[in-house]
T-cell receptor, first 112, second 114 residues
Framework: KQEVTQIPAALSVPEGENLVLNCSFT??????LQWFRQDPGKGLTSLLL?????REQTSGRLNASLDKSSGRSTLYIAASQPGDSATYLC???????????FGGGTRVLVKP | NAGVTQTPKFQVLKTGQSMTLQCAQD?????MYWYRQDPGMGLRLIYY???????DKGEVPNGYNVSRLNKREFSLRLESAAPSQTSVYFC?????????????FGSGTQLSVL
């Protein structure tokens, strides 16, 4: 059974600092790994998707890396802004039943 | 383009009452999911439907039933609500044909069972 872990559960940084969010998973037989953002009281929005054959994906200030052999992914957010304050979740996708398994999320606060 | 629509947004039930959460997507997606989100527990899969006409149990199916009414709609039913089912429920969908597809979520239903 896939287990996905995100540590730390919460993170507070001053504006302008780079954010590093970690995600680890136990079963490396995945199709892809996705990073999501969730604002309070809202649904989840997909930020980046890394296929199992890829090492990283970039979108603007966001960069996500994937190391399947070690079961780790990292989301980097450059030059953080107060608008980046949210909960960030990672999820692995396996082919069997098209199921995603989520981590518990990291709650980020960027202080002005 | 509405994406994934969930109704209702909020609901309060008494223990033992029943209700159905509705979900519809307009993206012609094959796969649909129901998750619940609880503090400190992340999102846990309740049931999913990999394609129209099929449904399967997820991680926490007890106390729930689902119906994939057609390709667009996937409903979640609580037959006899319990306080342990107080949670935020999310419906999600994806096309289900390729490895690089992103999952789309509805805005959630906040359910309280008293």
């Amino acid at each position: 059974k896939q287990e996905v872990t995100q540590i730390p559960a919460a993170l507070s940084v001053p504006e302008g600092e780079n954010l590093v969010l970690n995600c680890s998973f136990t079963d490396s037989a995945i199709y892809n790994l996705q990073w999501f953002r969730q604002d309070p009281g809202k649904g989840l929005t997909s930020l980046l998707l890394i296929q199992s054959s890829q090492r990283e994906q970039t979108s603007g200030r966001l960069n996500a890396s994937l190391d399947k052999s070690s079961g780790r992914s990292t989301l980097y957010i450059a030059a953080s802004q107060p608008g980046d304050s949210a909960t960030y979740l990672c999820a692995t996708f396996k082919a069997a039943g098209n199921k995603l398994t989520f981590g518990g999320g990291t709650r980020v606060l960027v202080k002005p | 383009n509405a994406g994934v629509t969930q109704t209702p947004k909020f609901q309060v039930l008494k223990t033992g009452q029943s209700m159905t959460l509705q979900c519809a997507q307009d993206m012609n997606h094959n796969s649909m999911y129901w998750y619940r989100q609880d503090p400190g527990m992340g999102l846990r899969l309740i049931y999913y439907s990999a394609s129209e006409g099929t449904t399967d149990k997820g991680e926490v199916p007890n106390g729930y039933n689902v119906s994939r009414l057609n390709k667009r709609e996937f409903s979640l039913r609580l037959e006899s609500a319990a306080p342990s089912q107080t949670s935020v429920y999310f419906c999600a969908s994806l096309e289900g044909l390729r490895r690089d597809e992103k999952l789309f979520f509805g805005s959630g239903t906040q359910l309280s069972v008293l």
